[in-house]
């Protein structure tokens, strides 16, 4: 079975833009390489509490 590589290839030969969903430390090295990066401000609802996050999926999802 002969697979169409092209995609991949043109994937590996393009810009990289890195998503950084962590420490802006870690996106700020990036840059200083040279690597574009978005940052993304995530937390986990309910600030993390399972109880919590158990909580708003019972009402409906948050």
């Not at 169409?4 to 996106?27: C, H, M, Q, W």
């Not at 609802?45 to 109880?51: C, L, N, S, T, V």
Request: proline content about 3%; hydrophobic content about 40%; glycine content about 10%.
């Amino acid at each position: 079975m002969m697979t169409d590589t092209s995609k991949i290839l043109k994937l590996f030969r393009s810009e990289l833009i890195v998503v950084n969903v962590g420490p802006k430390s870690f996106a700020d090295v990036l840059e200083k390489q040279g690597y574009q990066t978005l940052q993304v401000e995530w937390k986990p609802a309910a600030g993390g509490d399972k109880q919590m996050q158990e909580l708003l999926a019972y009402l409906g999802g948050y």
